[in-house]
């Protein structure tokens, strides 16, 4: 666990990082196929716990139950055009309120920096210097970063190195380029499984939660014609 060294509640010092946006999240091979993840869990979870609550309504309901799956009200569900623009009023409405949502909370302080999941690389010098370890400052950079997804405290230091010897964080360049598929998967699936990912698909499933909710209390006070 991270504690924060200072207050930075209503202090709103920071701006959008367009950089870190595009090249650490949208293009990040790890985001993408962790939002892939995300996308069909939320699927199968969705449709699995309907199912299984159907199967309890069936049991209290017993003959009054209706098992007719009935097809054609779904087809028409799909290819109706007042339904399809219902549906986009909702997904807009849904997406306004979740922008606000999003926006305020930021508004109310800036982010604390925390370490992140880096490598601190060590490799032999070059040809004439002396026998010994090193590391490379061409692949190191600050670790404390307020915006990356990589909030783990690990440190992976490389077998001759001791990281007491470290005088302070400096780690290999941050890079979304990986060796193998694996990699990415394995690194998708920790940033999903992992306490502070569990955290995050909360967040976000927190706000979705709450625009859905507060669209529906607005419609409850439509007057009806």
Request: proline fraction near 4%.
């Given at each position: 666990?991270?504690?924060?060294?200072?207050?930075?509640?209503?202090?709103?010092?920071?701006?959008p990082?367009?950089?870190?946006?595009?090249?650490?999240?949208?293009?990040?091979?790890?985001?993408?196929?962790?939002?892939?993840?995300?996308?069909?869990v939320?699927?199968v979870?969705?449709?699995?716990?309907?199912?299984?609550?159907?199967?309890?309504?069936?049991q209290i309901?017993?003959?009054?139950?209706?098992?007719?799956?009935?097809?054609?009200?779904?087809?028409?569900?799909?290819?109706?055009?007042?339904?399809a623009?219902?549906?986009?009023?909702?997904?807009?409405?849904?997406?306004?309120?979740?922008?606000?949502?999003?926006?305020?909370?930021?508004?109310?302080?800036?982010?604390?920096?925390?370490?992140?999941?880096?490598?601190i690389?060590?490799?032999?010098?070059?040809?004439?210097?002396?026998?010994?370890?090193?590391?490379?400052?061409?692949?190191?950079?600050?670790?404390?970063?307020?915006n990356?997804?990589?909030?783990?405290?690990?440190l992976?230091?490389?077998?001759?190195?001791?990281?007491?010897?470290?005088?302070?964080?400096?780690?290999?360049?941050?890079?979304?380029?990986?060796q193998?598929?694996?990699?990415?998967?394995?690194?998708?699936?920790?940033?999903?499984?992992?306490?502070n990912?569990?955290?995050?698909?909360?967040?976000?499933?927190?706000?979705?939660?709450?625009?859905q909710?507060?669209?529906?209390?607005?419609?409850?006070?439509?007057?009806r014609?």
């Amino acid at each position: 666990m991270i504690l924060p060294t200072r207050n930075q509640l209503f202090v709103n010092t920071d701006q959008p990082d367009w950089d870190e946006m595009y090249n650490n999240h949208f293009a990040n091979p790890v985001i993408q196929w962790r939002s892939f993840i995300g996308i069909l869990v939320q699927w199968v979870a969705s449709f699995a716990a309907w199912v299984l609550l159907g199967a309890v309504w069936a049991q209290i309901r017993g003959d009054q139950y209706d098992y007719n799956l009935n097809t054609t009200v779904l087809f028409n569900y799909v290819v109706s055009d007042t339904k399809a623009t219902q549906n986009t009023i909702k997904a807009v409405g849904f997406g306004a309120i979740a922008i606000i949502i999003f926006q305020k909370l930021a508004s109310k302080g800036s982010p604390i920096p925390v370490p992140q999941k880096v490598d601190i690389v060590r490799g032999r010098r070059e040809a004439g210097w002396k026998d010994g370890w090193e590391t490379r400052e061409d692949e190191i950079l600050q670790t404390f970063n307020v915006n990356s997804d990589q909030t783990s405290q690990k440190l992976k230091y490389g077998k001759e190195s001791d990281p007491e010897q470290v005088p302070y964080s400096r780690v290999k360049r941050h890079s979304s380029h990986y060796q193998t598929f694996t990699e990415i998967l394995i690194d998708a699936l920790n940033q999903n499984l992992e306490p502070n990912g569990i955290g995050r698909i909360f967040f976000l499933n927190t706000v979705q939660a709450a625009a859905q909710f507060i669209f529906w209390l607005a419609c409850t006070l439509l007057p009806r014609f």
